[in-house]
T-cell receptor, first 110, second 114 residues
């Protein structure tokens, strides 16, 4: 089967750093994506890792370890506007469709 | 232009109605997607079009009928829906199937079936 696991909820304070982990089990693996979705909004693409290592984009970084079937999204200098749901998603299989995790609801408090 | 547009924003329909959802992108993307999303859940893939041909149908009931008239447009025709079909319907596009990891989503259509 195919499955992704990520924490359901994370809480942090403004200015802090938070890490959202994602472990996956899929048949066929091309890479790991991260999406952000605010309440009432649409998912927005954040990052993609196809190879092992850390990718940095501003305050957000994403990491992948293919041998461990594990990745994480790191959010630094948290702001209130970062309160949202964060989904990890694996591109895999013969048809390269995205398999989505259940999402992590991040609450950033003052 | 990195925008995907969807109309209408909201739709209320009875179980005997026929309606259509529309999606448009002008990014030159060759892959387009329909998703259904319930509250507090991840998007659930329904259909994928690649180069205007249906590539994936995730065993969606026939009361949902997709159509891709050209490379920029994607429609979802709705007929005889059930109350449990009420959800946010999202359209997305990507450069191609090989770029499915980076999808651009429209704002969605909030559908209520009464």
């Amino acid at each position: 089967g195919q499955s992704l696991e990520q924490p359901s909820e994370v809480t942090a304070v403004e200015g802090a750093i938070v890490q959202i982990n994602c472990t996956y089990q899929t048949s066929g693996f091309y890479g790991l994506s991260w999406y952000q979705q605010h309440d009432g909004g649409a998912p927005t693409f954040l990052s993609y890792n196809a190879l092992d290592g850390l990718e940095e984009t501003g305050r957000f970084s994403s990491f992948l370890s293919r041998s461990d079937s594990y990745g994480y999204l790191l959010l630094q200098e948290l702001q209130m506007k970062d309160s949202a749901s964060y989904f990890c998603a694996v591109m895999g299989g013969n048809n390269r469709k995205l398999i989505w995790g259940l999402g992590t609801s991040l609450a950033v408090n003052p | 232009d990195t925008e995907v547009t969807q109309t209408p924003k909201h739709l209320v329909m009875g179980m005997t109605n026929k309606k259509s959802l529309k999606c448009e992108q002008h990014m030159g993307h060759r892959a387009m997607y329909w998703y259904k999303q319930k509250a507090k859940k991840p998007p659930e893939l329904m259909f994928v079009y690649s180069y205007e041909k249906l590539s994936i149908n995730e065993s969606v009931p026939s009361r949902f009928s997709p159509e891709c008239p050209n490379s920029s447009l994607l429609n979802l025709h709705l007929h005889a829906l059930q109350p449990e079909d009420s959800a946010l319907y999202l359209c997305a596009s990507a450069g191609g199937l090989e770029s499915s990891y980076e999808q651009y989503f429209g704002p969605g259509t909030r559908l209520t079936v009464t």
